[in-house]
């Protein structure tokens, strides 16, 4: 499967404007042949602590539309996170930091982000989520991750066997770059999965965003990346490749954390 990690900049609290300009990027991630389009952690509007003004109802979002419109319309798979406020499933009033997975045919799956940035006061503005989700996207088994949980090697871990893709989108600062570009690498490393890491681009309420977005192989090689700029990152995604270098270097079964 061809993947594609759009790396973009946002409109900040613009959804509309935002959205204006990735419809023809994911347009044309489809038209260089990707199955899998993603975009970055809260990709309408960016990484905002104002709930009150971004948070979309989970009955009638707009960005949830606007995805599953686009996999319609292109027949692929379109992903990011999106700030949804609580339908009654959700603990408390706050929203949640949603990852939408939006297929054709109306396919749609979600993950709320378990690990809210305390660093940032996230955690006040938007609640936990719970479960780990992972996805069949077309015989890929996708698991998605948002932003700070990728700090958290046993979230990652704990799915391993049952993942052949980690997907990972962010607003990660540029502040601290070099943790964002060494954890994808060793997540991909230690569970023999690929990661596909999309971080977005340009200045946010007064923090600056430099992408760093890569895509990784199950030994951690670097397939595509991209620093600075807008760009559409491409990468084929097999899970053959995952079942092989795990037969050949059986690490994980001398894990000694039990798994699940």
Same mark, same amino acid.
């Given at each position: 499967m061809r993947v594609a990690a759009v790396q973009h900049d946002v409109a900040w609290e613009d959804r509309a404007a935002t959205l204006g300009r990735l419809e023809p990027m994911i347009g044309a991630a489809a038209a260089a042949g990707a199955r899998l389009v993603v975009l970055t952690e809260m990709f309408p509007t960016g990484f905002s602590m104002a709930p009150? =003004?971004? *948070?979309?109802?989970?009955?009638?979002?707009?960005?949830? =539309?606007?995805?599953?419109?686009?996999?319609?319309?292109?027949?692929?798979?379109?992903?990011?996170?999106? *700030?949804?406020?609580?339908?009654? =499933?959700?603990?408390?009033?706050?929203?949640?930091?949603?990852?939408?997975?939006?297929?054709?045919?109306?396919?749609?799956?979600?993950?709320?982000?378990?690990?809210?940035?305390?660093?940032?006061?996230?955690?006040?503005?938007?609640?936990?989520?719970?479960? =780990?989700?992972?996805?069949?996207?077309?015989?890929?088994?996708?698991?998605?991750?948002?932003?700070?949980?990728?700090?958290?090697?046993?979230?990652?871990?704990?799915?391993?066997r049952t993942t052949d893709c980690y997907v990972v989108v962010a607003n990660w600062p540029a502040a601290r770059r070099a943790h964002w570009q060494a954890l994808l690498v060793a997540r991909a490393i230690e569970n023999q999965a690929y990661v596909v890491g999309v971080n977005r681009v340009g200045d946010g309420d007064g923090i600056h965003y430099e992408g760093d977005s890569r895509i990784v192989s199950p030994l951690g090689e670097v397939l595509d990346e991209a620093s600075g700029v807008e760009r559409i990152l491409f990468a084929d995604v097999d899970p053959a490749v995952v079942a092989e270098t795990r037969a050949r270097y059986p690490f994980l079964d001398d894990r000694r954390a039990a798994d699940g």
């Amino acid at each position: 499967m061809r993947v594609a990690a759009v790396q973009h900049d946002v409109a900040w609290e613009d959804r509309a404007a935002t959205l204006g300009r990735l419809e023809p990027m994911i347009g044309a991630a489809a038209a260089a042949g990707a199955r899998l389009v993603v975009l970055t952690e809260m990709f309408p509007t960016g990484f905002s602590m104002a709930p009150e =003004r971004i *948070a979309e109802p989970a009955a009638a979002s707009p960005t949830t =539309r606007f995805l599953l419109g686009r996999a319609e319309a292109e027949g692929v798979w379109v992903c990011g996170s999106v *700030a949804i406020r609580p339908d009654g =499933r959700e603990s408390g009033d706050r929203p949640v930091n949603r990852f939408l997975l939006a297929g054709p045919g109306g396919t749609l799956a979600v993950y709320d982000k378990i690990h809210p940035f305390t660093y940032s006061g996230e955690h006040e503005h938007y609640a936990a989520g719970t479960e =780990r989700v992972t996805v069949d996207v077309e015989g890929l088994r996708v698991t998605p991750f948002v932003c700070y949980d990728l700090r958290f090697a046993d979230e990652f871990w704990a799915e391993a066997r049952t993942t052949d893709c980690y997907v990972v989108v962010a607003n990660w600062p540029a502040a601290r770059r070099a943790h964002w570009q060494a954890l994808l690498v060793a997540r991909a490393i230690e569970n023999q999965a690929y990661v596909v890491g999309v971080n977005r681009v340009g200045d946010g309420d007064g923090i600056h965003y430099e992408g760093d977005s890569r895509i990784v192989s199950p030994l951690g090689e670097v397939l595509d990346e991209a620093s600075g700029v807008e760009r559409i990152l491409f990468a084929d995604v097999d899970p053959a490749v995952v079942a092989e270098t795990r037969a050949r270097y059986p690490f994980l079964d001398d894990r000694r954390a039990a798994d699940g």
